[in-house]
């Protein structure tokens, strides 16, 4: 075998389970470059599947790591590319000739819609393939057998083509939260090559209407509204307001489609303007019983956008491709998720992050399984809601980010096991799990029967990067195992040399090589896609061939003498807020709409349940006097301009934020005294004395 992480086969086959204990290792960093990160902690236990899992997993046999070395590289991916179903074949698997704009299956066609709901109707027509949960308790769930979504996404297609003028390559634009209309919407673009654009149901209209200026989209998919922790949420209201705000910048949005959450009956307070807004169930009467023929797209044709934060101010767009992202979110829904058509998969995240796009939508419908999505929030109407969920529908995998772990597991430790409900494979992914958290998850909310998988990867990645294959690889807690098959990961200490197994130093966690989830571009932005993720290690930038051109995901990790890699979080000026990711930037734009407002800096705080929370640093205006008010608008503002999930957990007004000689803000510094760090040296900075008046500030008001 001599692939790291892989256990020896005879001892698993050997019931009873077997715990490998590991030597402790691990200890503190030593020698750190400015941008590596401490690492303080022990070596976990090694924790190795049931073998009753093993007995029916999809992917058992450890020659799949040979099979995707890198001496198979890069035909090793037809392997998940053979998983879909193609109208042409490709005729090359990986195209380099203009790196790093990698092409995958080039010459091949399909169409992402067909290959998640046609291929599988001869087989599966009245197989659930969405079962959405309502969060009011009392409402029944709404259940898509593959029939009555080939049906819906057929006529909603046509309401996309003919109602609103849209046509292959296009971009639509969705803001909806998880409601059924969510996945037929972006099945139905699929359909026809209509870029979709889905965003985030808890962003503000501001941020959609930035979005829809970027990706240059001009119609609105909304909803009239829906249920979040019990209230009822207006959606029509916020998209007027989209509306007005993209005028603003310049982008004049011709239709607004609305889904109505009870079909006939119209709940928003807005009201609908004519010859703009249309209700998209009284549209679909006129395209009832009508099919659209699913257009074979090239491979390299994009199926999407997901916008998500950088280091600085504007939200990216990332641009997936057709073929190799649905390759990629199938083959990794296959073997790490272990989905086989006959599972019911909740994946409990939002198809407004591209978790939900690739392992609620995509993924499993391409292996026509049965995707759960639920409505609300963890603990509507109380904490035992989750485990009612998987208990009544047969829930036998589950998926969901550290956060929502962290809730259930403070609200009710020993609610899961009041519930008759058995897990063969969960999943963790968003943010760093630690290994208490961790051992919950296995023991009380697996019942120490399922396989964990901690998912590593990103908007950009499309598709897992690190994770176990969990028949194959033993768990670990906290950390996010090996490269998946086909993924090289490298760590990089900042001048571009490798740190290896078992240094116990951080640095940076690369991609060395290409494959089929990455995206193709930022949209509109070419040379930011390069900047930001490649030239910091590329080799050489006129080399064609792909060894040159590491990717640079941003996050610092460390590398343990067993192969596995733990990803310690985010490098760069991005803040993980309840697995949300968001920009210094941004807030600190949203900050300084503030009118007295001179500067701002945004810092993580840990929170126990939320990961990180922001924090706002900022100085006034020569004038202004600090105040309950202006703190309280900053908060308003940041609301306002981004959505309520970015909302700071307090706002300090200081004299003048830390600066170095070059008067590049020193948030470092502010983070480490607001999470009660050692700041270092602030000798060199250009105003060293404002430190101890901010760190006098924070103990004051701790929060
Ligand atoms: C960032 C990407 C990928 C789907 C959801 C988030 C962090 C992601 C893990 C994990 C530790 C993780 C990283 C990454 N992250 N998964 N299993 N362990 N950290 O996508 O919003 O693009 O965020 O989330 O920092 O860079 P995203």
């Given amino acids: 075998m001599g692939k790291p992480g892989v256990f020896n086969k005879a001892l698993i086959c050997d019931p009873p389970i ?20 401490g690492v303080h902690w022990k070596e976990e236990e090694l924790i190795n599947p049931p073998p009753k899992f093993i007995a029916q997993a999809n992917m058992a046999d450890p020659a799949i790591f040979e099979r995707f070395g890198e001496e198979n590289f890069p035909e090793c991916f037809r392997e998940y590319a053979e998983l879909l179903s193609w109208d042409r074949y490709w005729h090359t698997t990986l195209d380099t000739s203009n790196p790093p704009f990698w092409k995958w299956f080039v010459g091949g066609k399909l169409n992402a819609s067909y290959n998640c709901i046609d291929r599988h109707l001869a087989k599966h027509r009245n197989k659930a393939a969405i079962i959405w949960v309502p969060e009011q308790e009392e409402e029944p769930d709404q259940i898509l057998t593959f029939q009555e979504l080939y049906s819906r996404v057929n006529e909603f297609a046509l309401v996309l083509s003919e109602v609103a003028g849209l046509k292959k390559g296009d971009r639509v634009t969705f803001h909806l939260p998880m409601n059924p209309s969510l996945p037929v919407s972006m099945l139905a673009a699929a359909r026809l090559g209509i870029i979709h654009n889905e965003v985030f149901g808890g962003f503000s209209a501001k941020a959609c209407a930035e979005r829809m200026e970027d990706a240059k989209s001009k119609i609105l998919v909304t909803c009239d509204g829906y249920y979040r922790n019990g209230q009822w949420i207006d959606k029509k209201a916020d998209a007027d307001l989209t509306v007005d705000e993209a005028s603003k910048v310049g982008i004049k949005v011709e239709k607004v489609l609305v889904w109505r959450r009870y079909p006939g009956k119209y709940l928003s307070k807005a009201e609908m ?7 998209v169930d009284e549209l679909l009467k006129k395209m009832h019983g009508k099919r659209v023929y699913p257009i074979p797209m090239d491979s390299e044709d994009p199926l999407f956008l997901m916008y998500t934060s950088g280091s600085t101010g504007r939200p990216k767009g990332c641009q997936h491709r057709t073929g190799g992202y649905l390759a990629y979110a199938a083959g990794t829904s296959k073997y790490v998720q272990d989905i086989h058509p006959e599972d019911v998969y909740w994946c409990f995240a939002d198809i407004g992050w591209i978790t939900g796009h690739s392992y609620i939508v995509y993924g499993p419908l391409a292996l026509g399984a049965t995707t759960v999505m639920y409505e609300g929030v963890p603990m509507f109407p109380d904490p035992g809601r989750s485990w009612r969920i998987a208990e009544r529908l047969g829930v036998n995998i589950f998926h969901t980010a550290p956060t929502t772990i962290r809730m259930l597991r403070k609200a009710a430790p020993n609610e899961p096991d009041k519930y008759n409900y058995h897990f063969k494979t969960m999943t963790t992914v968003g943010e760093p799990i630690e290994p208490e958290v961790w051992r919950w998850y296995y023991d009380v909310v697996g019942k120490g029967e399922a396989c964990i998988t901690d998912t590593w990867w990103q908007t950009e990645t499309g598709g897992i990067m690190c994770s176990t294959l969990p028949a194959l690889q033993s768990m670990k807690p906290g950390s996010a195992g090996s490269g998946m098959p086909g993924i ?10 490798e740190i290896k197994k ?17 995206m193709q571009t930022i949209w509109g932005d070419p040379e930011r896609y390069v900047r930001q993720y490649y030239l910091k290690y590329c080799k050489n ?3 064609k061939d792909w060894h040159d051109w590491p990717y640079f995901a941003g996050d610092g990790a460390v590398l343990a003498p067993d192969g596995y890699f733990r990803i310690l979080g985010r490098v760069d000026d991005v803040i993980k807020v309840a697995g949300h990711r968001l920009g210094t930037k941004e807030l600190e734009n949203a900050a300084l709409t503030t009118k007295e407002i001179s500067e701002a ?33 900053v908060v ?7 959505g309520p999930i970015a909302k700071p957990r307090a706002v300090y007004l200081v004299p003048d934020l830390p600066k170095t000689r070059s008067g590049k803000i020193m948030r470092r510094v502010l983070a480490a005294i607001s999470n009660n760090e050692d700041y270092g040296d602030v000798t060199t900075l250009a105003n060293p004395d404002v430190v101890e008046t901010i760190r006098k500030t924070v103990r004051e008001h701790s929060v």
């Fill in 502 to 518: 078992g240094e116990r130093r951080a640095g940076n966690i690369c991609i060395r090589n290409p494959w089929p989830g990455i």
């Fill in 488 to 497: 090289y990961p490298i760590i990089y200490d900042e001048n571009g040399n």
């Fill in 636 to 642: 308003s503002n940041i609301a306002k301009e981004l």
């Fill in 273 to 279: 303007v004519a010859g703009r807004d249309y209700f």
């Fill in 541 to 543: 930038t006129s080399s």
């Fill in 601 to 633: 800096a945004a810092v993580p705080l840990a929170d126990e349940l939320r990961g990180h929370v922001p924090l706002i640093f900022a100085s006034l205006k020569p004038g202004a006097t600090p105040s309950k008010e202006i703190e309280a608008e």
């Fill in 18 to 37: 077997l715990k490998v204990m590991q030597s402790s290792g691990g200890g503190a960093a030593e020698h750190l470059l400015e941008s590596e990160i």
